[in-house]
């Protein structure tokens, strides 16, 4: 199968127009699941958004991908319908604070460090790693992840750069882009926890030139997620 994202705040406007049924918010609420016809091509439609818009995952075999993108784009004409790419996606989903697996879900770096403690139930179970991952918390955090500000509209932070503070590598970056709905140039990184800290400012190494970073808040865009719930 292949998975085509339609997104922004007319998805569901476009998405009524080429699939038969109802799709108001009352009906296919967020996080909803549904199976149906995009045009005549059979499609899983998930209620999911990793850009931080209102967003569908079309879930359609391989053999009927294109009938679907043309329905989609005939359905989208009167609506502006635009193609968007991966680069925009890495863009929209740093500055709502999404995590991309291999980039900042790391295995070296437990929940707790990596802000998913909402996810972990240490007192339930059993579960696989579940001693182990008692003694990492029992230990206190290593590293924390953060969303830095980086002060150059020049370059964004790349993967594996360091953080310094003064002489010292204080942290390390996961992830870089420049955030186009709020004009700011962000990176994800692990960092000592005493670096941790919304406000805390130090230096990201890029390529050799020391540019100003300091810890923001998580998720700067839409950061009560009505957006993508709308």
């Not at 968007?84 to 879900?105: I, T, Y």
């Not at 230096?203 to 709308?230: F, K, N, Q, T, W």
Request: net charge neutral; proline share 5%; with cysteine.
């Amino acid at each position: 199968q292949t998975i085509l994202v339609l997104a922004g705040p007319k998805a569901r406007d476009v998405l009524s127009v080429c699939a038969r049924g109802d799709w108001s918010k009352e009906a296919f609420p967020w996080l909803s699941v549904r199976e149906c016809f995009i045009g005549y091509a059979p499609a899983t439609v998930l209620g999911v958004s990793f850009s931080g818009e209102l967003a569908y995952e079309i879930h359609v075999p391989n053999a009927s991908l294109y009938a679907a993108y043309l329905a989609l784009r005939e359905a989208g004409e009167a609506f502006g319908l635009r193609i968007f790419g991966a680069r925009a996606v890495e863009s929209m989903r740093m500055e709502k604070g999404f995590l991309h697996w291999k980039s900042d879900l790391l295995t070296e770096f437990d929940p707790f460090e990596t802000g998913l403690e909402r996810f972990v139930k240490l007192d339930k179970g059993p579960f696989i790693g579940q001693d182990a991952l008692k003694k990492r918390f029992a230990a206190g955090p290593h590293r924390k992840l953060v969303t830095l500000k980086i002060a150059t509209d020049k370059a964004p932070a790349h993967g594996g750069a360091s953080l310094m503070q003064g002489d010292a590598v204080v942290g390390t970056i996961t992830s870089g882009d420049w955030g186009h709905r709020v004009g700011l140039n962000f990176a994800y990184a692990f960092v000592v926890p005493q670096m941790a800290e919304v406000g805390t400012k130090m230096e990201l190494d890029l390529c050799g030139e020391l540019i100003d970073a300091e810890v923001i808040p998580s998720s700067p865009y839409d950061p009560s997620h009505l957006r993508m719930r709308s």
